[in-house]
């Protein structure tokens, strides 16, 4: 019975993963990210604030609005035997205002997305497996959506100690949203098997935290960006629609075996999954006055963090990430980024299942820089994500997926 219960309940939780960095997070918060991922030791007027935000301080005085959009799609998909798909579609918007004054000091406030992933549409359903020794897809048909979202507000402060030092403080507030439709009935209904079901639920929640940096500037040609940002727990509650006239051998129905398991989707329950807490570090070296090189990396601490999960009671292991880049000046007005990312998740193949569809990644990007004047600038990105497959319980998991980014920053 156990192995029925979790077959069915892979069914109404499948579909909704993150296509970040690691569990839940993202780390594309702006289009310049998707032309060079290395962003933590940067100084930029689109990008420095979300990722190195006590770096502004090295920022000509003035205020300024950025922001832009990404437009994510793709494909993501479980093979066993036969091949079962979802179209990926997601926009990803930024805004950000900020401001530096003479002396080096500034305040700044980000909004964007944070963590989750594009929504997704299994159309013609996922693998089940077996249940009482049964093919489920043989004798039931499933439609599923699903979609996580995390967004975030930061309001902060930035010091500039002296020539070479600055630091940041600020708070932030999360937002998390993951929505679930399902739907399933039997091929060809008997005495045995009969009925349909459906699901409808929204787990929402609220959370807060914090974030630190630091920026060193030991040179003119080098910068070393230094982020913390803390764990933020997140409280889910369930608002939940089911419907169920389905019956499985006379004893028990679909959506009672789903709840016995999955109790997070169950109108009025509430459980923990926090954003776990990120420790970046970064640094750009400019090699020629037209040519500027740039590496970063992220750590994730999964561990820490408590995280709902199905299959297993097995920790994360921490995530984690490092990125190069470069951007090269090809004329006074246009400049020439690229960049590559590679990033480890720290999701385990014992709790491996379509509730977590968390896999390795390498990514590739490039995008062009176009200034317009001494205040305004554009940005167009394109990257580009190579996940690695991997293979549980049967089912290989796959996903590929791109976007396209266009940002703007003026100065006042």
């Known amino acids: 019975m156990k192995r029925a219960k979790l077959t069915v309940a892979a069914l109404l939780v ?8 690691s569990i839940d997070h993202i780390q594309n918060y702006t289009p310049e990210y998707g032309a060079n991922p290395a962003q933590q030791g940067a100084i930029n007027t689109s990008s420095t604030v979300y990722f190195n935000p006590a770096g502004i301080s090295k920022l000509q005085e003035g205020i300024y609005v950025t922001g832009g959009v990404q437009y994510a799609f793709g494909e993501q998909s479980i093979t066993n035997g036969k091949k079962y798909k979802a179209d990926l579609s997601s926009p990803v918007p930024n805004l950000a205002l900020y401001k530096v004054d003479g002396n080096g000091d500034g305040l700044y406030w980000t909004m964007g997305a944070i963590g989750g992933g ?20 043989k004798i039931l048909n499933n439609d599923v959506k699903g979609e996580n979202r995390y967004l975030q507000t930061t309001f902060g402060k930035v010091w500039k100690i002296n020539n070479q ?3 940041s403080a600020a708070v932030r507030g999360i937002y998390g949203v993951r929505r679930l439709e399902a739907k399933a009935n039997f091929k060809k209904p008997n ?9 409808d639920s929204e787990r929402t929640a609220y959370g807060a935290g914090f974030q630190l940096g630091l920026n060193y500037a030991p040179t003119d040609r080098l910068n070393i960006g230094m982020r913390y940002d803390s764990q933020v727990n997140l409280n889910f509650k369930t608002k939940a629609n089911i419907d169920d006239n389905s ?8 959506s009672t075996v789903l709840l016995g398991t999955y109790k997070v989707y169950k109108d009025g329950t509430k459980e923990r999954r926090d954003l776990p807490a990120i420790l970046a570090l970064g640094a750009s070296y400019k090699v020629t006055d037209r040519w500027t090189t740039y590496v970063g990396g992220n750590y994730y601490f999964n561990k820490q963090a408590k995280m709902d999960k199905i299959q297993s009671s097995v920790d994360y292991d921490n995530g984690w990430e490092v990125s190069v ?25 014992d709790h491996f299942s379509p509730t977590e569809y968390a896999l390795d990644s390498k990514m590739a990007a490039t995008g062009f820089k176009y200034k317009q004047n001494d205040s305004t600038e554009w940005i ?9 497959t991997k293979t549980y319980n049967g089912n290989t998991y796959k996903k590929d997926i791109r976007s396209v980014g266009l940002g703007f920053t003026k100065r006042f």
Not at 380 to 388: A, E, G, I, P
Request: glycine share 14%; proline share 2%; hydrophobic share 35%.
């Open 325 to 349: 880049g470069s951007e090269y000046q090809l004329t006074p007005k246009w400049s020439w980024l690229v960049g590559g990312n590679y990033a480890d998740t720290g999701a385990k193949g």
């Open 191 to 199: 005495s045995l098997f009969n009925g349909e079901a459906s699901i």
């Open 380 to 388: 167009v990105s394109y990257t580009h994500y190579f996940y690695d």
């Open 14 to 21: 499948s579909g909704i993963s993150a296509f970040g960095a």
């Open 247 to 254: 019956k499985i051998l006379g004893k028990t129905n679909i």
């Open 118 to 137: 594009a929504s997704l549409h299994y159309k013609n359903g996922i693998p089940l497996g077996k249940m009482f020794g049964i093919d489920v897809n």
């Open 165 to 167: 030092w600055s630091a």
